[in-house]
């Protein structure tokens, strides 16, 4: 029994209120999707749930589709903003107790739920101001577990999944400065591009999760190389972070070059940490990088012209302006 005592057992009931809930989900998703209007959408995922709790949750389906109404009450909840985070991470764990108890072996769907559940409550919880960072990267190993454990699902899936959540991890670790954290979130950027090498070119998610873990690892070399004397800087590292750079731009243009055009805003930072080292570490080659990434012929005006790309140029004007008394061409 539920604990509100309201259990239907006739199969066609069952069957009739458990139709009726999927229209009210289908009407709910279909306002946060097509319209963003997610206080709408919380009332029919309500409906839905009303509903859904007076079926009999030993059934394994009909558990799934209950924690299914409390995940998307959840990603409602989450475009209302920060006011509502409270109430985010209570459909998050409602959930995530029916998902728990779900036999996982049985069903590629519960896993693959499992993962996305103990991620997204992830983002939420690095969101909070100030951010629950170990509880986020706890929940993110449990994403990381469930997929482990998901030998069922179709691998190209389970991969671009790992890279999201590996991503997501390498970044949450590499908020707090300290050198097991760099570590930490070295690994897990490391790990994002690996599982995402095969697929980058040709995957747009794939794209952006390699990209964004390329982003995480300059942060930690800038970190790294800032720590030391220019004189004592390892060259390995200087390489690593010039590669990652000219990696992630020339990604960038593969991606510009097909007509997509949502990476501009990680390409300027890559451009300008791409500059910043090149000045700094070998600038013999500054002239040739930059020349490079404002060549258009590589790089279309719409590219080039861009705020984000303009913004970039009149930043890396300004660092070369600062850098010329210093002796540094």
Partial sequence: MNPSGKDIDDPQEIKATDAQASLFMEEGIRLLQSKNDADAAILYFDCALELRRRLPIGMPMHAYGLAACWLNRAEALTRLGPTEHAQTLQAYDEALALLRSLPLADDVRFSKRLAIAHQNRALVLAAQKPPATMEAITSLHDAVAALDHAGAMDATERDHLLAVV????????????????????????????????????????????????????????????????????????????????????????????GGVDRFRGLASDLFRFGVRVYAYYQPHFLDQFISEQLDPERFGPPYLQSTEMQDAARDIILLLTSLRPEGRE
């Fill in 166 to 257: 590996w991503m997501n991890l390498a970044n949450i670790q590499s908020l707090e400065d300290t050198l097991p954290s760099n570590l930490d979130a070295r690994e897990a950027a490391r790990r994002t591009l690996a599982l995402v090498k095969a697929y980058e070119h040709q995957d747009v998610a794939a794209a952006e999760a390699g990209l964004k873990a390329r982003h995480v690892l300059c942060r930690i070399a800038a970190r790294r190389l800032s720590a030391h004397p220019e004189n004592e800087v390892d060259i390995a590292d200087v390489h690593d972070a010039t590669d990652l750079a000219d990696e992630g731009l020339d990604l960038v243009r593969e991606w510009e070059q």
